[in-house]
């Protein structure tokens, strides 16, 4: 079991960065691999980037690939979602999601995938 809270949301302009943070407490954070999704009103949540357990295989949504960096923190049981050329598109809630936490190879990329949720922050996006 794991339980996964988020932090850094906040209202920027469109240009600037953000830096989102997702702590874990439990068991064997370093087992899981990890991710994060965005839902914006009313539209479904979808996928934005992903990592495998190390951190050493990263996969991003085309929408935010050269502008978004996901990372891993085994030791401070983090992850982070490094967010640059923020763009009124980008608003929505960011949710941080953790696997079955099997030290798999491959990045997890789909909802179903997941185990565990956070309750998510508002990231919002002025023009």
């Known amino acids: 079991q794991v339980q996964l809270v988020e932090s850094g949301g906040r209202l920027v302009q469109a240009g600037a960065s953000l830096r989102l943070s997702c702590a874990a407490s439990?068991?064997?954070?370093?087992?899981?691999?990890m991710g994060w999704f965005r839902q914006a009103i009313g539209k479904e949540r979808e996928f934005v980037a992903g990592?495998?357990?190390?951190?050493?295989?990263?996969y991003y949504a085309d929408s935010v690939k050269g502008r978004f960096t996901i990372s891993k923190d085994n030791d401070l049981n983090t992850m982070t979602l490094q967010m640059n050329n923020l763009k009124p598109g980008d608003t929505a809630v960011y949710y941080c999601?953790?696997?079955?936490?099997?030290?798999?190879?491959?990045?997890?990329?789909?909802?179903?995938?997941?185990?565990?949720w956070g309750q998510g922050t508002q990231v919002t996006v002025s023009s």
């Open positions: 999601a953790a696997d079955r936490g099997l030290y798999e190879s491959r990045v997890p990329w789909r909802e179903y995938e997941y185990v565990y």
């Open positions: 439990g068991r064997a954070f370093r087992s899981y691999g």
């Open positions: 990592l495998n357990w190390s951190g050493g295989s990263l």
